[in-house]
């Protein structure tokens, strides 16, 4: 199976635009979520998306907003860019759940992409 | 909140020896997942091995091994016969069941050397 892709790998962008990031999860996989990834905080959580609606949020702030299309595949979107914002994006995509199963190692486990680097100048 | 710590920022091994990567968490679930994540230069994320906290037995995946004290809530990763090509930023990871919320340690910069 084909792992996350994420495109693009590495955007610029000034202060004040807007950005869209997009992640394709691993095929049959239907649970997308978003971390930032920055030296000064580390990894943080954004949000996760789940048949195309947000099941969890992150401390950030509005201007960080996402969806997921029926294909399971999520865009993120980054209104009013400030340099703050330049970071490395994470996607992790989670196997589908086992209704037989209520928990499990493997269906607990995120799998992620290769990220986007952006730059806000 | 869960919080989780990684106490050493930077380690450094000779290849084929064995280092110990040290984690701490503090939660006050009972049922949670612990992961270490590895992110090598090329910064993509990969699962080196998983523990389920309702498991007593201590995960092993090859070279590497954990040691899971839950009563300490420790999480430590052993990482035998060190290759280069282990280089890399360690992340250990914690994660409520059904929650997608992983939140992650600092990291500990781990380079092999030949």
């Known amino acids: 199976k084909a792992g996350v892709t994420q495109t693009p790998r590495y955007l610029i962008k000034t202060r004040g635009q807007q950005v869209t990031l997009s992640c394709s999860p691993i095929s049959g996989h239907r649970s997308v979520s978003w971390y930032q990834q920055t030296p000064g905080q580390g990894l943080q959580f954004l949000f996760e998306y789940f048949s195309e609606t947000q099941r969890n949020k992150g401390n950030f702030p509005g201007r960080f907003s996402g969806r997921q299309f029926s294909n399971s595949r999520s865009e993120m979107n980054v209104s009013t860019l400030e340099l703050g914002d330049s970071a490395l994006y994470l996607c992790a995509s989670r196997p589908p759940r086992d209704p037989a199963v209520p928990t499990s190692g493997p269906q607990e486990t995120q799998y992620f992409g290769p990220g986007t680097r952006l730059l806000v100048l | 909140a869960q919080t989780v710590t990684q106490s050493q920022p930077e380690m450094s091994v000779q290849e084929a020896e064995t280092v110990t990567l040290s984690c701490t968490y503090d939660?006050?679930?009972?049922?949670?997942?612990l992961f270490w994540y590895k992110q090598p230069p090329s910064r993509q994320m990969i699962l080196v091995i998983r523990q389920e906290a309702y498991k007593q037995q201590n995960a092993t995946e090859n070279r590497f091994s954990v040691n899971f004290q839950k009563a300490a809530k420790s999480f430590s990763l052993k990482i035998s016969d060190s290759q280069l090509g282990d280089t890399a930023m360690y992340f250990c990871?914690?994660?409520?069941?059904?929650?997608?919320?992983?939140?992650f340690g600092a990291g500990t910069r781990l380079t092999v050397k030949p």
């Open positions: 990871a914690f994660m409520k069941p059904n929650n997608n919320d992983m939140r």
């Open positions: 939660t006050s679930e009972n049922n949670y997942y």
